[in-house]
């Protein structure tokens, strides 16, 4: 089922702006009133100039002939059904996925010690992995049973994803990260933490014609064709970049080991992938994906996995994204490893 987005009083003023025209809420009362009283109208971000210009003339045309206002609800239902067959927007869940509050913020000074030594881990990830500081980085992990999942590994070992990794960066596969903010929950017992890390996924892409399905595009309205840019060179000769951003929550389960002088490491990391776009690197040059390429990835991750399957990597389809069954049960996990429980993360092919 399509996610549906329930129309507010913020989504109704920036229907307004996106519709490119004044949509008066003032004298008009019932019209502003029977807009917000679709139940779960989608809103379609593509489309909503099309539909809330369609709502204008609607409303025009009952201010100038007097019809009344079921025949204007009438014609905005019909408008609604119209464009609901459309593609919508993925957006992230209106539900508070936790069913109980952790200590995340303040507490006494030997919480806030734990949340920022959990926090150094999580942080790890994108400062020691980018830079290949290997020693590093197998530092932020436990000495035994540490696994992390990702779009083009699927679940490995800890020492099996920094083999992978190491082979990909020989082959020159460039992947950064940007850490975006990372807060910390701690169990009751002080002994397990889920640390969260927003971060965006950088991956860039070198594709040659055998990479390309015969399409590449050229988004400065030439249309693909060969013009007189002078990237048109290059592109003749079939080798263009570009990169893939994936905005994403990386959650670590970490755990204190009493064994290590009560270190605190990383037992699991498995990402939340929210939305991702393709990104040009010269201005003008990205590939074009098939329908049958994008439909069978979710869509947190669909374009950075389809370049990813272009490249030969088998794609983990398992992934939780920004809503849906997998981001429900992802929070599920998370608070029985706060709770001190057993942890299922390892979904492939159980869906």
């Keep these: 089922m399509l996610p549906k987005y329930r129309l507010t009083s913020t989504s109704w003023q920036r229907a307004r702006g996106e519709a490119g025209c004044d949509l008066p809420a003032g004298p008009a009362h019932w019209y502003k009133k029977a807009l917000l009283g679709l139940h779960e109208l989608s809103f379609l971000a593509t489309t909503s100039s099309k539909f809330y210009n369609t709502v204008w003339r609607h409303r025009q045309a009952h201010l100038s002939s007097k019809v009344t206002s079921s025949h204007f609800i009438t014609g905005i239902h019909t408008k609604v059904h119209t464009y609901s067959t459309l593609e919508l927007v993925t957006m992230t869940s209106p539900q508070d996925p936790h069913t109980k509050l952790y200590?995340?913020?303040?507490?006494?000074?030997?919480?806030?010690?734990?949340?920022?030594?959990?926090?150094?881990?999580?942080?790890?990830?994108?400062?020691?992995?980018?830079?290949?500081?290997w020693q590093n980085y197998r530092d932020l992990f436990t000495a035994e049973g540490?696994?992390?999942?990702?779009?083009?590994?699927?679940?490995?070992?800890?020492?099996?994803?920094?083999?992978?990794?190491?082979?990909?960066?020989?082959?020159?596969v460039f992947i950064m990260h940007r850490e975006c903010g990372t807060l910390v929950e701690l169990g009751k017992d002080k002994t397990r933490a889920i640390g969260k890390m927003k971060a965006t996924i950088t991956h860039r892409f070198k594709?040659?014609?055998?990479?390309?399905?015969?399409?590449?595009?050229?988004?400065?309205?030439?249309?693909?064709?060969?013009?007189?840019?002078?990237h048109d060179a290059a592109k003749a000769e079939g080798e263009y970049e570009f990169d893939v951003d994936c905005d994403c929550r990386f959650i670590f389960f970490v755990e204190k080991n009493a064994s290590t002088n009560n270190e605190w490491k990383t037992r699991y990391v498995k990402l939340f992938y929210e939305k991702d776009k393709v990104v040009t690197v010269d201005g003008f040059t990205a590939p074009r994906f098939s329908k049958a390429e994008l439909e069978r990835i979710p869509k947190g991750y669909k374009y950075l996995g389809a370049a990813q399957a272009r490249l030969g990597y088998e794609i983990d389809l398992d992934l939780p994204t920004a809503s849906g069954e997998l981001w429900d049960r992802m929070y599920g996990e998370m608070e029985k490893w706060l709770d001190g429980g057993k942890v299922d993360l390892f979904w492939e092919g159980k869906q």
């Design 103 to 133: 200590s995340h913020i303040n507490g006494q000074a030997s919480d806030l010690l734990d949340r920022y030594a959990v926090s150094e881990l999580c942080k790890g990830w994108p400062v020691y992995r980018d830079a290949s500081e």
């Design 207 to 230: 594709f040659s014609p055998q990479h390309s399905n015969g399409t590449h595009a050229a988004s400065n309205g030439s249309n693909g064709t060969t013009g007189t840019h002078p």
């Design 146 to 172: 540490a696994y992390v999942w990702t779009t083009w590994s699927g679940p490995r070992t800890v020492d099996e994803f920094i083999s992978i990794s190491k082979a990909g960066k020989e082959k020159d």
